[in-house]
């Protein structure tokens, strides 16, 4: 069974940072793509970022509202994908959620939350202004 544990979430003024973590067990990591959405109250789910499948070389996709932000990263040995959030707004906050698709094809992701088989339990990110 997959589980997927959120972690690094909290408060912090606008600008700053914030390193959110997703461990991941049960699967065999590499072969799943993995993306963080986000969900703010009262708004629906939406894509945050993305990172494929795969041992060396990785592809990664951004939602236009965090790119040059945002950098989404995996390490495969230790089963946890990473979403570094710099200069935070407090458009960002809300409640952040790993997901994990199994990759048929390696190097593919997705930006669709339909198409992850699996979900974390979500961080809270709460930013100040």
């Known amino acids: 069974q997959v589980q997927l544990v959120e972690s690094g979430g909290g408060l912090v003024q606008a600008g700053g940072s914030l390193r959110l973590s997703c461990a991941a067990s049960?699967?065999?990591?590499?072969?799943?793509?993995m993306g963080w959405f986000r969900q703010a109250p009262g708004k629906e789910r939406e894509f945050v970022a993305a990172i494929s499948s795969g041992t060396n070389i990785y592809y990664a996709d951004y939602a236009d509202s965090v790119k040059g932000r945002f950098t989404i990263s995996r390490d495969n040995a230790k089963s946890t994908v990473y979403l570094q959030m710099n200069s935070l707004k407090p458009e960002d906050q809300a409640v952040y959620y790993c997901a994990a698709r199994y990759a048929s094809t390696r190097g593919s992701y997705s930006t669709r939350d339909y198409e992850y088989d699996s979900w974390g339990q979500g961080t809270q990110v709460t930013v100040s202004s």
């Open positions: 049960g699967l065999t990591f590499s072969r799943y793509a």
